[in-house]
């Protein structure tokens, strides 16, 4: 069946950083994929999303490029700020349904 | 536009009682999808409802049931309450009929736990 998988977590990085969490997935077809973000205490929030075969998403100096061949869609950002501390999920959809990774945690430190 | 609404916020529950959340999605949105979300478990499906009718059921026992209304508001309720359904319930509205391009947004969760 369609899956996801992410970094173990948590992942520490000093502010300005350049950050990196992987995700790859497994799907017949082909599926959207997602980057979703949740602060604490908060739901999930959309941070990009990619719909096809080479698409880079982009949103808040986030990005992350559809890789069919690699199965893959990873996070980036040039410099992270401490306000990015949270948890990531990556998500595809499936059947009118979203598939999720099982999360990665960030801590910036200043 | 408002965001997802979901109330309440936080519920405390005893074993063996049942419980209603409730979501109200982003207007315009007829689509509803209800999730879990725990430490152990991570995110998983319960059920996405469009125009009133369940499209889409995860695996989960029949005490976790949901409804949704004609102005697409939507209901969950689970009977006989375990302690292992604690969690965070996480509603998510789309404006996605359906196909590959299910963008989905999320409430900010009711917060049951059960003792």
């Known amino acids: 069946g369609n899956s996801v998988t992410q970094m173990e977590g948590p992942v520490t990085l000093s502010e300005e950083a350049f950050l990196t969490i992987n995700c790859t997935y497994t799907?017949?077809?082909?599926?959207?994929l997602f980057w979703y973000v949740q602060y604490p205490g908060e739901g999930l929030q959309l941070l990009l999303k990619?719909?096809?075969?080479?698409d880079k998403g982009s949103n808040k100096g986030f990005e992350a490029t559809y890789r069919k061949e690699t199965t893959s869609f990873h996070l980036e950002k040039g410099s992270v700020q401490v306000s990015d501390s949270a948890v990531y999920f990556c998500?595809?959809?499936?059947?009118?349904?979203?598939?999720f990774g099982t999360g990665t945690r960030l801590q910036v430190f200043p | 536009k408002a965001g997802v609404t979901q109330t309440p916020r936080y519920l405390i529950k005893t074993r063996g009682q049942q419980v209603t959340l409730s979501c109200s999605p982003i207007?315009?949105?007829?689509?509803v999808s209800w999730y879990q979300q725990t430490p152990g478990q991570g995110l998983q499906f319960l059920f996405e409802?469009?125009?009133?009718?369940?499209?889409n059921k995860g695996n989960f026992p029949g005490r976790f049931s949901g409804r949704q209304f004609s102005n697409s508001r939507s209901e969950m309720n689970v009977s006989t309450l375990e302690l292992g359904d604690s969690a965070l319930y996480l509603c998510?509205?789309?404006?996605?009929?359906?196909?590959?391009?299910?963008?989905?947004?999320f409430g900010p969760g009711t917060r049951l736990t059960v003792t």
């Open positions: 998510a509205s789309s404006s996605s009929t359906s196909g590959s391009t299910y963008e989905q947004y």
């Open positions: 799907a017949t077809g082909y599926p959207s």
């Open positions: 990619a719909t096809k075969a080479d």
């Open positions: 998500a595809l959809s499936s059947t009118d349904k979203l598939i």
């Open positions: 207007s315009g949105h007829r689509s």
């Open positions: 409802y469009f125009s009133e009718t369940q499209r």
